[in-house]
């Protein structure tokens, strides 16, 4: 595998790539920017959000509008051409703690979204999390999982049958059969990954999931089961990763110093986009 290369650097704090309309979609936290960045890695500010963390996915046509969750708003926010905010649906009484870690969007238009269950960055101590899921017109929110280690990265297979759900803590990918209603059931270990610490993935048409890992500086590609497949190796932590460009074998990772969640805000500035070539392309949603 080529030795990645650096696309994009001095981000505050990157997370949630996407790869959407021909180009990588970065949410810098730190910033509270929403980037748009082009394959030379010249980039744009589509919208600012006030909130760390916030995450991004569109709704599927006709709708096609582009979503953020933000923990500070405790709203999942629709954001328009200009870069305008509204409130697509409110979520603060859904949970004690606000959603704070990823959205994804299935592509009947049921939004799933995740949180960790505590303030990480306030010291609070660790809580179970939970999966919600919101009404693909906004008009509702409600919890579909719990007990939810850390719940990070989400993804959705090609054919919309499976929520695969990064549990941090746990050191696992667990899986949701989805029903028609969107409620999930069914749920089973996708992977264990051993001493991995799943934040971000993304879905390859293999099936395999790339995860990102922070405290171990890597990302990884596994099947189901957890056979490790590939193994990219970084300088710093490794927030998320998506698979993108025009043939969906480009694997865009956002990186960053970490020094725990005590100093969560060190490192600002050290957050970079990076590209390896691999050989399968993307598959599901996001």
């Known amino acids: 595998m080529a030795t990645p290369r650096v696309l994009l650097e001095g981000l505050a704090f990157g997370e949630s790539p996407r790869w959407h309309d021909g180009a990588l979609w970065v949410c810098d936290w730190g910033a509270h920017e929403l980037l748009r960045v082009g394959s030379d890695g010249g980039s744009e500010v589509v919208a600012r959000?006030?909130?760390?963390?916030?995450?991004?996915?569109w709704l599927p046509e006709p709708d096609g509008r582009l979503l953020?969750?933000?923990?500070?708003?405790?709203?999942?926010?629709?954001?328009?051409?200009?870069?305008?905010?509204?409130?697509f649906c409110a979520l603060d009484r859904l949970a004690a703690a606000?959603?704070?870690?990823?959205?994804v969007v299935h592509?009947?238009?049921?939004?799933?979204?995740?949180?960790?269950?505590f303030d990480l960055g306030a010291g609070e101590a660790p809580a179970?999390?939970?999966v919600a899921l919101v009404a693909a017109d906004g008009s509702a929110a409600r919890l579909v999982a719990d007990g939810i280690e850390f719940g990070n990265g989400m993804a959705i297979t090609q054919d919309g049958?499976?929520?695969?759900?990064?549990?941090?803590?746990?050191?696992?990918?667990?899986?949701?059969?989805?029903?028609?209603?969107?409620?999930?059931?069914?749920?089973?270990?996708?992977?264990?990954?051993?001493?991995?610490?799943?934040?971000?993935?993304?879905?390859?048409?293999?099936?395999?999931?790339?995860?990102?890992?922070?405290?171990?500086?890597?990302?990884?590609?596994?099947?189901?089961?957890?056979?490790?497949?590939?193994?990219?190796?970084?300088d710093r932590g490794c927030f998320a990763c998506m698979l993108g460009g025009d043939d969906g074998r480009t694997l865009y990772v956002v990186a960053r110093e970490w020094h725990g969640g005590a100093e969560m805000r060190r490192g600002d500035g050290t957050?970079?986009?990076?590209?390896?070539?691999?050989?399968?392309?993307h598959a599901g949603h996001p």
């Open 107 to 117: 592509p009947d238009g049921h939004v799933y979204i995740d949180g960790g269950g």
């Open 161 to 234: 049958s499976t929520l695969i759900v990064a549990e941090s803590y746990g050191g696992r990918l667990s899986a949701f059969a989805i029903g028609a209603d969107g409620g999930l059931s069914d749920r089973r270990v996708w992977a264990q990954l051993g001493d991995g610490t799943p934040d971000g993935i993304c879905l390859d048409a293999s099936g395999a999931v790339w995860y990102a890992d922070v405290p171990n500086r890597r990302c990884v590609r596994v099947s189901e089961g957890g056979e490790v497949l590939d193994t990219v190796k970084f």
């Open 68 to 87: 953020a969750v933000s923990a500070a708003d405790k709203a999942v926010l629709a954001v328009g051409g200009d870069g305008t905010l509204e409130t």
């Open 271 to 281: 957050g970079q986009v990076l590209t390896t070539r691999v050989q399968v392309p």
């Open 49 to 57: 959000v006030r909130s760390f963390p916030f995450c991004i996915d």
């Open 128 to 130: 179970p999390g939970y």
């Open 98 to 103: 606000p959603p704070n870690n990823e959205i």
